[in-house]
């Protein structure tokens, strides 16, 4: 069974920095990409970043480039998102997602639970 399990969200200040983790179940992690979606209140589900699970070759939405930045700890079996400069329009729940291929829709096959950004002074 897939399990991907979020962590890392919190309440920062603009311009402030976090960092989120996804852990995967070891067999997700070796065979998936994994990627990084945001829903912001009222919102569809927004792309990211995501990395691919052969080479860990990245790619970013434009929104976020420069800001942001994915990579993987194979040891761990976890994918991180850090987040540096965040901005109010930041805030959102933030779902990491695993599938066969790298995709910037919604289509993965499977889900995190999520985990809340909020970007306020």
């Known amino acids: 069974q897939v399990q991907l399990v979020e962590s890392g969200g919190g309440l920062v200040q603009p311009g402030g920095s976090l960092r989120l983790s996804c852990t995967a179940s070891?067999?997700?992690?070796?065979?998936?990409?994994l990627a990084w979606f945001r829903q912001a209140p009222g919102e569809g589900r927004e792309y990211v970043a995501a990395?691919?699970?052969?080479?860990?070759?990245?790619h970013y939405a434009d929104s976020i480039k420069g800001r942001f930045t994915i990579s993987r700890d194979d040891a761990a079996n976890t994918v991180y998102l850090q987040m540096n400069n965040l901005k109010p329009e930041d805030t959102a729940i933030y779902y990491c997602?695993?599938?066969?291929?790298?995709?910037?829709?919604?289509?993965?096959?499977?889900w995190g639970q999520g985990t809340q950004v909020t970007v306020s002074s």
């Open positions: 990395s691919s699970w052969k080479g860990g070759a990245s």
């Open positions: 997602a695993a599938n066969r291929i790298i995709l910037t829709t919604p289509g993965y096959a499977y």
């Open positions: 070891e067999r997700t992690y070796s065979t998936y990409a």
